[in-house]
Nanobody, 128 residues
Framework: QVQLAESGGGLVQAGGSLRLSCAAS????????MGWFRQAPGKEHEFAAA????????YYTDSVKGRFTISRDNAKNTVYLQMNSLKPEDTAVYFC?????????????????????WGQGTQVTVSS
């Protein structure tokens, strides 16, 4: 069983930055692919970014490419999402997810079904 705890959300003005963190329990963090999803009010869950077990492969949805960076520190059991140039449309609850499944492609990490475990989420609000 893996427990995930997100932190770092908050209120920021458009153009600003935030860094989200997701701390994972357990001793096998380095074996999990990790992802970030988000859900805006009244909308479906949306994939944002993912990273492979070693950190060598990353994958982003088009709307965040060039603005968001996902990274991980396996020694600290933590994955990060650095968000720059934030826009009001980035406002959402951001969820961290972990997967024990084999990575068949970077695109496969963009599917909700790829992930086994989910955090509770952290709110990000971007004001215009």
């Amino acid at each position: 069983q893996v427990q995930l705890a997100e932190s770092g959300g908050g209120l920021v003005q458009a153009g600003g930055s935030l860094r989200l963190s997701c701390a994972a329990s357990g001793r096998r963090f380095s074996a999990y692919a990790m992802g970030w999803f988000r859900q805006a009010p009244g909308k479906e869950h949306e994939f944002a970014a993912a990273i492979s077990t070693s950190g060598g492969t990353t994958y982003y949805t088009d709307s965040v490419k060039g603005r968001f960076t996902i990274s991980r520190d396996n020694a600290k059991n933590t994955v990060y999402l650095q968000m720059n140039s934030l826009k009001p449309e980035d406002t959402a609850v951001y969820f961290c997810a972990a997967s024990t499944r084999i990575i068949t492609s970077a695109q496969a990490m963009g599917a909700r079904s790829f992930y086994n475990y989910w955090g509770q989420g952290t709110q990000v609000t971007v004001s215009s």
